[in-house]
């Protein structure tokens, strides 16, 4: 299997033990999964029992060990993360890592790209909106290479906020981009950043992972009416 290509891409997250069995099953509202290991291990999953679900997948895995400081579960210690990235790697066809840890997972970075997994890094804004200043300087760090997205997301207050991001897609047309909203108007915002070509729609499959996230099922149908 390899990560989806598809304009947009639908990834259903899963946060709960019950939601690893979705991994196994042959249809879903989704054209991938993530899963989310930071929000596993804080309910205390073994880690064996992750690995056997992911040995079980049908379709297409999205690994994400989130830091606290963009929305995870887990206080991390940077080897532990690392080794545990290492480890689940191979039974998954990306994996999301945040520009903030790039440095310190870069040995991560390299094994998936030598192995050909699609990296997806990412950049969050959890509890106001990101400013300008923010959005340049991650922009700033991003290097477009093959089988790599820019995944930037941040509340969404105002009409501004969403014309932030939205500029984004408009101005770098060429960029493997995916830019969403989160809150209270992450739904709507994520349906006019799909139009305008941001490569990724995140919709939950079992528990909402983020603020205002919608569920797979409800993205799944604006992914229908958004596809270009």
């Known amino acids: 299997m390899t990560f989806p290509t598809t304009l947009p891409t639908v990834l259903g997250t899963v946060i709960t033990p019950a939601g690893l069995r979705r991994l196994a099953r042959k249809t879903l509202p989704a054209d991938a999964v993530e899963i989310r290991v ?3 291990l804080a309910q205390k999953v073994p880690v064996e029992k992750i690995e056997a679900a992911l040995k079980t997948r049908k379709h297409p895995v999205l690994l994400t060990l989130r830091i606290p400081a963009e929305g995870g579960r887990r206080a991390w210690k940077p080897a532990e993360r690392r080794a545990l990235a290492l480890r689940l790697l191979p039974h998954a066809e990306a994996i999301d890592i945040e520009l903030a840890s790039a440095r310190a997972l870069a040995p991560v970075i390299a094994e998936a790209r030598r192995t050909g997994k699609t990296v997806i890094l990412s950049a969050h804004a959890i509890k106001r ?3 300008a200043a923010q959005i340049a300087r991650w922009t700033a760090q991003f290097d477009p290479r093959p ?3 820019l995944k930037i997301a941040t ?4 009409w501004r906020d969403l014309q932030q991001l939205a500029a984004l897609l408009v ?3 060429d960029w493997p981009l995916a830019v969403m909203g989160l809150g209270p108007h992450a739904a709507q915002s994520r349906h006019v950043l799909a139009a305008l070509g941001s490569r990724l729609l995140y919709g939950y499959l079992d528990r909402p992972a983020a603020p205002g996230q919608p569920s797979a099922t409800e993205v799944k149908k604006m992914a229908g009416k958004v596809s270009l």
């Open 38 to 40: 930071d929000a596993f």
């Open 129 to 131: 909106p990101a400013t």
């Open 147 to 149: 089988r790599t997205i």
């Open 155 to 158: 509340q969404i207050k105002s």
């Open 171 to 173: 101005n770098h047309p």
